[in-house]
């Protein structure tokens, strides 16, 4: 059926909404606190039919999902998987987030279609910075949000710990070897026991595997393999790896480490990058189970000898310590929505950094649950151009999962912005022309929606285009979006006020998922993986709109490198601006015609990707000149947050 006679059918009447909507509406956190949550339990067993065992309470109001649920529920039809992405965006936001909550009430709490959400876990870099959290807005809410906003259940903290011991274990490995001959390290690696005997710790036989060395007894090792086995030898100038942390801190980009006294000398520069941009955060989210992210998290590359081969986080012993450390962050993390659906949180990479989804088990997890009638809907970050792009040809590639839809969310004001609008920035009035009506140049701005419709459409996957509407959007200014999604090759294109009214103002977008579910999908990826490293980069430039690709020195000899070790074979994860499909975010609308210049690539090799970084795109984002925790305080006498959004 073409998507103007879809268009054309009468919209039914909006329900009531279940929630006791105020107007104007209230901030987030003064909604998200008028809301009891029903105890974790009730959404586990009732909404889910999770078994007692399956989970494990964080309290009354979460839990964390085991995954042996899936053991039990293998051979259970798969309900329909639906991914929400965005137009390119404001820095405000366009309520990607808030949407893909309010289209799941609405499919569970008005259409009584089994349903699920699938998000990440915010970081609180942006909680305390520019964006705010990830929980939604106004009436479509995952609570608690001060919890899912702040430590949650503490996977972040987790990956925290776990790539800072790894980037503690590099340094120390190497500052250990620089004063001890061959013989000495491997003595103090293999210490004997009371009795005289040496044996290799269970991750040491990886390292021997890896070095051909079929030899289980240390008192059998040649002294050319003790060599081998004991001296990693790593170039400093080639390690990738840096330390983390959870917050914006711009002068933690560029540090030098090792220069306290007892160090010998042994300084470096290296850096901090955000937690979410690490790659364990990343194996975290594509890892099938735990024996899958015990094996990815073992064979990160964190630079290479001084002969050019790859060294790992198994060769420096680390890799089951890692997993230790993450063995409870593995499970997805479930909460609910402010109308009592369910909502799995996992992960959390940036889109514009990583690869920016939420984790696969989640996605496994969920569509299990919700059985052949239900619907997963999972939430890819940023634009499309970034966040679904990632979710098709990373995520899709390694879960084996296939989309059955996918939603992009427009608003009339970044279409204004794509069209010539002045710029929007955080924190200041909107100017005049976001206001007041504008069609021509909403019209102009269309051109942004067109390409990411288009380019998602190539995917062979239906698209439904969410218009999120705001109280100043006009019926003209919308309808002039409806028509150019539909125009570009949209499915439908529905408008939406779930901020405002919930579920309820998102049952005309979740009746159009439904339907376009019931279509059948051609799903196909954007490019082949036997494509070389540089083939691939150029085709996700070309549906930027690039002409041509530029590479740095710099970029050249790692693509190099990454070629002859044996990674080209790999997924592409371009590091690029969000708010513009070039590398220039002042770049809006759907620039064409220019060259794409790729400063570096890096490779996570556990996670399963090459990441090039696309002009200045920043690994450690900054805090603004008036950051969002001004905002933020707690009342004394009754422990209440307040401030968030």
């Given at each position: 059926m073409p998507a103007t006679a879809i268009a054309a059918k009468p919209a039914a009447a909006a329900p009531k909404p279940l929630l006791d909507i105020a107007t104007p509406t209230p901030p987030d956190i003064v909604i998200a606190q008028s809301i009891k949550p029903k105890h974790i339990s009730q959404i586990a067993e009732a909404k889910l039919g999770l078994q007692p065992e399956e989970y494990e309470m964080h309290g009354p109001t979460k839990a964390k999902v085991r995954l042996s649920v899936l053991d039990r529920l293998k051979g259970t039809p798969s309900g329909k998987y639906v991914v929400v992405a965005g137009i390119s965006p404001t820095p405000l936001g366009e309520g990607k987030s808030t949407t893909t909550v309010g289209l799941c009430q609405s499919l569970g709490a008005y259409l009584d279609r089994p349903v699920l959400t699938c998000i990440r876990q915010p970081s609180q870099g942006p909680t305390f910075g520019i964006k705010g959290g990830a929980a939604g807005g106004g009436y479509s809410q995952v609570i608690p949000m001060e919890e899912m906003n702040l430590h949650l259940t503490g996977d972040i903290h987790a990956i925290t710990a776990a790539n800072n011991l790894l980037a503690a274990a590099i340094d120390a490995r190497m500052f250990h070897e620089a004063a001890q001959t061959d013989e000495a390290l491997f003595r103090r690696l293999c210490p004997a026991d009371k009795h005289g005997k040496r044996a290799f710790a269970p991750v040491m036989l990886r390292r021997l595997e890896k070095l051909g060395i079929a030899k289980t007894d240390p008192s059998e090792l040649t002294p050319t393999e003790v060599s081998a086995f004991a001296r990693l030898d790593l170039d400093p100038q080639s390690i990738t790896w840096r330390r983390v942390m959870d917050v914006n801190d711009r002068f933690l980009r560029g540090i030098t480490v090792g220069q306290g006294s007892e160090e010998r000398g042994q300084e470096r520069s290296t850096g901090f990058d955000i937690a979410v941009a690490s790659e364990i955060m990343a194996v975290l989210a594509l890892a099938s189970d735990l024996s899958d992210m015990r094996e990815r998290l073992g064979r990160m590359v964190v630079g290479n000898d001084k002969r050019g081969n790859p060294v790992t986080a198994d060769d420096l012993g680390v890799g089951g310590a890692l997993t230790v450390l993450m063995k409870d962050a593995i499970m997805p993390t479930l909460l609910q929505t402010l109308e009592g659906t369910p909502v799995l949180v996992h992960a959390g990479p940036f889109a514009n950094i990583a690869h920016g989804n939420s984790s696969i088990v989640a996605d496994q997890i969920g569509l299990k649950l919700v059985g052949k009638d239900g619907y997963v809907v999972t939430e890819a970050g940023f634009g499309s151009d970034i966040g679904m792009e990632k979710f098709m040809n990373i995520k899709c590639r390694?879960?084996?999962?296939?989309?059955?839809?996918?939603?992009?969310?427009?608003?009339?004001?970044?279409?204004?912005?794509?069209?010539?609008?002045?710029?929007?920035?955080?924190?200041?009035?909107?100017?005049?022309?976001?206001?007041?009506?504008?069609?021509?140049?909403?019209?102009?701005?269309?051109?942004?929606?067109?390409?990411?419709?288009?380019?998602?459409?190539?995917?062979?996957?239906?698209?439904?285009?969410?218009?999120?509407?705001?109280?100043?959007?006009?019926?003209?200014?919308?309808?002039?979006?409806?028509?150019?999604a539909l125009e570009a090759g949209a499915f439908d294109a529905v408008v939406t006020r779930h901020h405002s009214l919930g579920g309820a103002g998102a049952v005309d977008l979740s009746r159009a998922v439904v339907a376009a579910c019931e279509r059948p999908s051609k799903f196909k990826f954007l490019y082949d993986l036997d494509l070389s490293i540089k083939e691939k980069i150029e085709a996700i430039a070309r549906s930027y709109g690039a002409e041509g690709v530029s590479y740095s020195p710099e970029a050249e000899a790692q693509i190099a490198k990454y070629t002859r070790m044996g990674f080209d074979g790999l997924p592409i994860c371009m590091a690029k601006t969000q708010y513009s499909f070039s590398h220039d975010a002042k770049l809006k609308g759907a620039p064409s015609g220019f060259v794409l210049p790729i400063r570096d690539v890096r490779a996570s090799v556990g996670a399963g990707f090459i990441y090039p970084l696309v002009g200045s795109m920043m690994t450690m984002p900054g805090l603004p000149t008036r950051p969002g925790y001004y905002d933020i305080d707690i009342d004394p006498k009754s422990g209440r947050v307040m401030g968030l959004s």
């Amino acid at each position: 059926m073409p998507a103007t006679a879809i268009a054309a059918k009468p919209a039914a009447a909006a329900p009531k909404p279940l929630l006791d909507i105020a107007t104007p509406t209230p901030p987030d956190i003064v909604i998200a606190q008028s809301i009891k949550p029903k105890h974790i339990s009730q959404i586990a067993e009732a909404k889910l039919g999770l078994q007692p065992e399956e989970y494990e309470m964080h309290g009354p109001t979460k839990a964390k999902v085991r995954l042996s649920v899936l053991d039990r529920l293998k051979g259970t039809p798969s309900g329909k998987y639906v991914v929400v992405a965005g137009i390119s965006p404001t820095p405000l936001g366009e309520g990607k987030s808030t949407t893909t909550v309010g289209l799941c009430q609405s499919l569970g709490a008005y259409l009584d279609r089994p349903v699920l959400t699938c998000i990440r876990q915010p970081s609180q870099g942006p909680t305390f910075g520019i964006k705010g959290g990830a929980a939604g807005g106004g009436y479509s809410q995952v609570i608690p949000m001060e919890e899912m906003n702040l430590h949650l259940t503490g996977d972040i903290h987790a990956i925290t710990a776990a790539n800072n011991l790894l980037a503690a274990a590099i340094d120390a490995r190497m500052f250990h070897e620089a004063a001890q001959t061959d013989e000495a390290l491997f003595r103090r690696l293999c210490p004997a026991d009371k009795h005289g005997k040496r044996a290799f710790a269970p991750v040491m036989l990886r390292r021997l595997e890896k070095l051909g060395i079929a030899k289980t007894d240390p008192s059998e090792l040649t002294p050319t393999e003790v060599s081998a086995f004991a001296r990693l030898d790593l170039d400093p100038q080639s390690i990738t790896w840096r330390r983390v942390m959870d917050v914006n801190d711009r002068f933690l980009r560029g540090i030098t480490v090792g220069q306290g006294s007892e160090e010998r000398g042994q300084e470096r520069s290296t850096g901090f990058d955000i937690a979410v941009a690490s790659e364990i955060m990343a194996v975290l989210a594509l890892a099938s189970d735990l024996s899958d992210m015990r094996e990815r998290l073992g064979r990160m590359v964190v630079g290479n000898d001084k002969r050019g081969n790859p060294v790992t986080a198994d060769d420096l012993g680390v890799g089951g310590a890692l997993t230790v450390l993450m063995k409870d962050a593995i499970m997805p993390t479930l909460l609910q929505t402010l109308e009592g659906t369910p909502v799995l949180v996992h992960a959390g990479p940036f889109a514009n950094i990583a690869h920016g989804n939420s984790s696969i088990v989640a996605d496994q997890i969920g569509l299990k649950l919700v059985g052949k009638d239900g619907y997963v809907v999972t939430e890819a970050g940023f634009g499309s151009d970034i966040g679904m792009e990632k979710f098709m040809n990373i995520k899709c590639r390694a879960s084996g999962l296939r989309p059955d839809a996918a939603v992009i969310v427009a608003t009339v004001r970044a279409l204004k912005m794509h069209g010539g609008g002045a710029p929007v920035v955080a924190g200041t009035p909107l100017p005049h022309e976001y206001l007041t009506e504008d069609v021509e140049l909403v019209t102009k701005g269309c051109c942004n929606l067109a390409r990411h419709v288009k380019n998602a459409v190539a995917y062979g996957v239906p698209v439904v285009v969410a218009i999120n509407a705001f109280a100043s959007d006009t019926e003209a200014e919308l309808a002039a979006v409806k028509a150019a999604a539909l125009e570009a090759g949209a499915f439908d294109a529905v408008v939406t006020r779930h901020h405002s009214l919930g579920g309820a103002g998102a049952v005309d977008l979740s009746r159009a998922v439904v339907a376009a579910c019931e279509r059948p999908s051609k799903f196909k990826f954007l490019y082949d993986l036997d494509l070389s490293i540089k083939e691939k980069i150029e085709a996700i430039a070309r549906s930027y709109g690039a002409e041509g690709v530029s590479y740095s020195p710099e970029a050249e000899a790692q693509i190099a490198k990454y070629t002859r070790m044996g990674f080209d074979g790999l997924p592409i994860c371009m590091a690029k601006t969000q708010y513009s499909f070039s590398h220039d975010a002042k770049l809006k609308g759907a620039p064409s015609g220019f060259v794409l210049p790729i400063r570096d690539v890096r490779a996570s090799v556990g996670a399963g990707f090459i990441y090039p970084l696309v002009g200045s795109m920043m690994t450690m984002p900054g805090l603004p000149t008036r950051p969002g925790y001004y905002d933020i305080d707690i009342d004394p006498k009754s422990g209440r947050v307040m401030g968030l959004s």
